[in-house]
């Protein structure tokens, strides 16, 4: 996936006073490759990707996303994730469930991992994004438009770990079949866990990070 | 969007201009999807919610096991909840289990839902619950099919049920003396197959009978009518009989849980009614002798105290009223009572009267018997204490009228229940006499009385036999001989002709005066002995002379030798008479006589002895008795042989005589009473033989 700035940052200095963008220069990034054009180019002679200055739906559906991805996140924490039958005995636990479980088993490690992965990476996420498009919709947020770059990294970067949960449930209930003795069944969480991390990953996807340094520039003039 | 040449030499400045558009029409597609999302999760929350079914309350005295989340709830092996919480009641005696139960089922769970903690168990009747070792134990509910309002708080048993509320089959009552033979669950048989089981035995509120709850598995509950009878079918019953020992084994499983059977002794009982009552008879053989009797649904309960023991009675013993039973024992209880000197112990003996059964109304309450009876206590009505029978030990109690009774009254408002008075029972000395009695029987020389009849028929058949007896009849020919000679006689042959010819000239004689038509003279003679009569009658005085004249005239008729031969043939019949009234042959029928009457004498003594009573020292020597009656009956046959043999030689020793005569006759009766003799003596053997105790009882 694209993690690279559209924009060339000449001068590196950390109010990110002055930077040069594309548009202060008449022209348009390919948000693919990131060559410019310009203006007048619709679509980008190196990759072909449509090519426009600004999204002007981009914070739409960043919102639509988080929104969609925020409400798929409850029933995932609600409904049991796993369904584990043992000698006829079934057991179904949510993630928070899961984590407590095995925090009695002494498993601290483990309920770390998951508890990371599950809980803490989903809301930091749905923290940061909504951050971010709050910040650039209402162009607050002057300073730190570097970190905010960083920030908008980190979340693409790291949303798709929060998949291991899915993951581990999708192999677990694929190898343990053993009938009776034992066997592990989705949840409908892990279903919505999905889609949620599906959702946000989408949602940060949709955020136009130029729009970051548009709000800069705002302030500038 | 119009290009604005303001600056010329500048490129053209690219416009960035947002358009102002209403914010509906700026809208994304992609809002689509939080839309959707929202909507998908809403219908997962509502289906889970709508699915969630409603929470009952299930309330336990324990709840071993039972575990939230975990333990769930099943109904006919089907899970239909899971249980969410457990707690307890508020003061904390109870367990309350908070369970969610599918809503497809709520509307079932009505008053007739039951559930109940299912765990692996033990019975004698099998294995059950054998799953739950494995998962855990789960709740299992069940209820009838018809849906009710429902309830959300149950009180949980402690054990399955007996009987499923949706089983269809019919619950009928039974009313026992005691429970300790049947348990929860004990099968039902009818003819030997299982059709239906009890519930727990429990106690009425006065804790003096027991009744237990029978269910019949439809379609057998049809099998049930007013004349059906159950009876306790528990184990084995051991029975010494007239045919012999007798051992009866039902089920295993009847054997270790008990049991009850039934079967319906006579057709025409109509079918009964849901919770009808029946009485449980100790056994099919009372049973079958109760198959007639009605279970009154109405009895009035009196009592009556006895002082002093009334070991041998019984609840369940009758109460007979002249001779006729009128109801049961109830109870019996024993309570103290009496100053502080003297304590004594009564008896309080509780009875349920029939009214029906003393010929009243069926439906008479107990002032109608009690009405009945007060004046009857004031004539001298009592309560007794009675053998039941004479060998037996058990007791009844029977209202007899006792004449110059104490004055007693009927106590109505007694507490608990009206008191009849009663008196006390002359039964003490019945035992007493009844082994003097066996221990005469005893001491009887049975033996020696019939080795004594034996001798006495073996001299009369010597008798029979002797030459002399043999000699007399022959004489007695001779002497008929001889008189068949005499009349075979010339005399006497020509006797009869000398009449006749005296007749024909008497004949003649006549037929000469009626020829000689002498009638006119005979007239004139009529006439003339007219005057001879009177001369007669004048001279009467001479009449004496005259018949003495004719008397000794028939004197010498009679002198005729035919004067003779009647008289021999008298004195020869004397003589026979003689022969038969000789001493030898008159001893005959006196000794077997005196020996009958001896055995009568002894019989009748036996008789007199009269009652009898149970102790164990007067049925040994019954036995003893009994042994030696037998004994001496085997010698019978022998005896009643020779007076078989007897008989017939008399007999043809008599057909030998010709019939008719006289001595024929008697002899003949005498060897018909020989005989009948000899037939009583083999009838008393062989009514000897069939029952010794009539011996004993004077039948």
């Known amino acids: 996936m694209m993690s690279a700035t559209q924009t060339a940052a000449p001068d590196r200095d950390d109010g990110g006073a002055r930077v040069q963008t594309a548009r202060a220069a008449g022209l348009v990034a390919c948000t693919g490759c990131g060559r410019v054009h310009r203006p007048d180019q619709t679509r980008c002679l190196r990759c072909n990707a449509r090519l426009s200055s600004r999204d002007a739906t981009s914070l739409q559906r960043v919102w639509a996303w988080w929104l969609a991805g925020l409400i798929a996140y409850i029933p995932a924490n609600l409904y049991p994730m796993l369904r584990t039958t043992t000698m006829g005995h079934e057991t179904a636990s949510t993630i928070v469930g899961g984590v407590v479980e095995l925090i009695d088993y002494h498993s601290y490690g483990v309920a770390l991992i998951v508890f990371g992965a599950s809980v803490v990476i989903p809301i930091a996420k749905f923290i940061a994004i909504a951050y971010l498009a709050y910040s650039v919709q209402f162009r607050r947020g002057k300073k730190g438009v570097l970190a905010r770059q960083h920030l908008y990294e980190v979340v693409e970067f790291i949303g798709r770990w929060s998949m291991i949960d899915v993951f581990v449930v999708a192999i677990l209930s694929s190898l343990v079949q053993f009938n009776f003795v034992a066997s592990i069944h989705p949840g409908i969480a892990a279903v919505s866990f999905a889609s949620s991390v599906a959702f946000t990953m989408l949602s940060a996807q949709s955020f136009d990070s130029r729009m970051i340094w548009d709000a800069n520039e705002a302030v500038e003039t | ?699």
Do not use: C
């Not at chain 2, 409603?54 to 071993?64: D, G, M, S």
């Not at chain 2, 029978?214 to 079918?233: C, E, I, K, M, Y």
């Not at chain 2, 649904?297 to 009758?318: E, H, K, R």
């Not at chain 2, 006549?510 to 001279?539: F, T």
């Open chain 2, 1 to 699: 969007m119009t290009e604005t040449p303001n600056r010329d030499s500048q490129p053209a400045e690219m416009q960035v201009q947002q358009p102002k558009r209403a914010p509906w029409r700026n809208l994304s597609v992609v809002w689509l999807i939080p839309v959707l999302a929202l909507a998908v999760s809403l219908a997962v929350a509502w289906r889970t919610f709508s699915d969630r079914g409603a929470l009952v309350e299930i309330v336990f005295q324990n709840a071993a096991g039972v575990t939230a989340g975990e333990t769930g709830v099943r109904y006919r092996d089907v899970v239909i909840g899971m249980v969410e919480k457990v707690g307890f009641s508020d003061d904390l005696l109870k367990v309350v289990v908070s369970a969610r139960i599918d809503k497809t089922v709520m509307p079932f769970l009505d008053e007739s839902a039951q559930f109940w903690v299912v765990q692996p168990k033990v019975t004698a009747e099998g294995v059950s619950g054998l799953s739950t070792v494995l998962s855990g134990v789960y709740i299992e509910g069940t209820w009838d099919t018809k849906p009710g309002t429902p309830q959300t708080r149950f009180d949980g048993l402690d054990e399955q049920p007996l009987v499923d509320p949706s089983d269809k089959g019919t619950r009928v009552t039974l009313r026992a003396g005691s429970g300790e033979a049947i348990a929860g669950g004990s099968p039902v048989f009818y003819r030997g197959v299982r059709v239906g089981r009890t519930e727990t035995p429990k106690l009425d509120e006065t804790g003096a009978v027991v009744l237990v709850e029978v269910f019949v598995d439809s379609p057998h509950d049809r099998l049930l009518t007013s004349a059906t009878r159950f009876w306790n079918a528990s184990g084995f019953s051991v029975s010494l009989g007239a045919d012999g020992l007798r051992l009866d084994v039902g089920s295993l499983a009847a054997l270790v849980s008990g049991g009850v059977a039934f079967n319906t002794f006579f057709s025409g009982g109509k079918p009964v009614e849901e919770g009808h009552i029946y009485e449980l008879y100790a056994d099919e053989t009372v049973a079958r002798e109760n198959a007639f009797s009605e279970v009154s649904s109405n009895t009035v309960t009196v009592a009556t105290v006895f002082v002093g023991g009334v070991s041998g009675l019984a609840a369940g013993s009758s109460l007979f009223y002249k001779g006729v039973k009128i109801g049961e024992v109830h109870g019996i209880s024993a309570f103290v009572s009496g100053d502080d000197d003297r304590m004594e112990v009564h008896q309080q003996v509780t009875l349920n009267i029939d009214p029906k059964l003393l010929g009243l109304s069926g439906n008479a309450s107990l002032d109608d018997v009690l009405d009945f009876l007060t004046p009857a206590v004031d004539s001298g009505l009592r309560a007794r204490l009675n053998k039941a029978n004479l060998l037996s030990g058990s007791l009844i109690v029977e209202l007899v009228e006792i004449e110059n009774a104490k004055p007693a009254k009927l106590e109505r408002d007694a507490e608990p229940y009206p008191l009849i008075p009663s008196v006390e029972s002359d039964m003490q000395d019945v035992n007493a006499t009844l082994e003097g009695v066996m221990k005469r029987v005893n001491s009887l020389k049975i033996e020696d009385l019939i080795q004594q009849a034996i001798s006495t028929m073996a001299s009369i058949e010597e008798f029979a036999n002797s030459d002399q007896l043999r000699e007399a009849p022959k004489a007695v020919v001779d002497l008929v001989d001889q008189a068949r000679d005499l009349i075979a006689g010339e005399n006497v042959q020509a006797l009869p002709e000398l009449l006749r010819e005296t007749i024909e000239e008497l004949r003649d004689t006549i037929a000469q005066i009626r020829q000689d038509g002498v009638v006119a003279r005979v007239v004139s003679v009529l006439e003339s002995a007219d005057k001879v009569a009177a001369n007669v009658a004048s001279a009467s005085g001479e009449f004496p002379a005259l018949v003495d004249d004719v008397r000794a005239l028939a004197e010498k008729a009679r002198d005729l030798p035919l004067h003779e031969l009647v008289d021999s043939a008298t004195e020869l019949l004397d003589s026979a008479d003689a022969l038969i009234d000789t001493d030898a042959a008159r001893a005959l029928p006196d000794s077997l006589n005196a020996a009958l009457d001896e055995l009568r004498d002894l019989l009748s003594e036996l008789r007199e002895g009269g009652a009898a009573a149970n102790t164990n020292a007067a049925l040994a020597s019954a036995r003893s008795a009994t042994e030696s009656l037998q004994r001496a009956t085997a010698n019978l046959p022998e005896l009643t042989q020779r007076l078989d043999e007897l008989m017939v030689r008399a007999e043809g020793l008599v057909t030998a005589y010709g019939d008719r005569s006289d001595f024929n006759a008697e002899t003949l009766s005498m060897l018909r009473e020989v005989r009948a003799a000899a037939r009583s003596i083999t009838a008393l053997t062989r009514a000897l033989e069939r029952s010794p105790n009539s011996l004993l009882f004077g039948k």
